[in-house]
């Protein structure tokens, strides 16, 4: 555990248990997605260079190839870092008190919710698939009654792991603000 310094609305005495992004493997396909998308167009233009070449001469193909080229590869630039910022800035912070879940939305769309611990009612880990299970990785969702019904922890790193933690601070933080008589201090 370590101590918040920086987190919107930090309470009193609140530490960081879990902070999770999404597992290397999610990243491992937008870098293949992009290797094979750039690299099937450069292998048929080196394999039928002579007629590419042919094209690049002519004075009104040649011009629009290399358009129609840039345009496609810049596409694919674009598509990859979309998907980079999206792995990267969406983020889950479990504490001792609440659950922050941090999603991009492209690149202008952020959405931050959090939840007390006490309101959740639920948490299951979801394991799908053979890559998923050799690799450990998975879904984690978190249920509540409120308005958000259900935070969805995509592709993290050992879901059953981060299930039975969230559980665990789920019913100490129960017994926590029983203790307190059920006043909620501390709680928005």
Do not use: C
Not at 5 to 25: C, I, S, T
Not at 178 to 183: C, D
């Amino acid at each position: 555990m370590m101590q918040l310094d920086h987190l919107p609305n930090q309470r009193a005495n609140e530490k960081v248990v879990l902070f999770l992004r999404r597992h290397w493997f999610a990243i491992l396909t937008i870098i293949t997605a992009f290797v094979v998308l750039t690299a099937v167009p450069g292998g048929l233009m080196w394999y039928f260079w002579d007629t590419v070449e042919g094209w690049l001469d002519h004075s009104l193909i040649g011009p629009t190839f290399v358009i129609v080229g840039s345009i496609y590869f810049l596409s694919i630039w674009l598509f990859a870092f979309l998907e980079f910022t999206d792995y990267y800035l969406d983020t889950w912070i479990v504490t001792n008190e609440r659950i922050i879940n941090i999603e991009q939305e492209g690149l202008f769309i952020r959405t931050a919710s959090e939840l007390d611990l006490a309101a959740v009612q639920d948490t299951t880990a979801e394991i799908r698939g053979i890559l998923q299970t050799v690799f450990t990785y998975g879904q984690v969702f978190v249920q509540t009654a409120g308005e958000k019904g259900r935070f969805h922890f995509k592709n993290i790193d050992n879901p059953e792991h981060v299930k039975e933690i969230v559980t665990k601070l789920v019913e100490e933080d129960k017994k926590r603000l029983s203790a307190m008589g059920g006043t909620g201090k501390g709680k928005v």
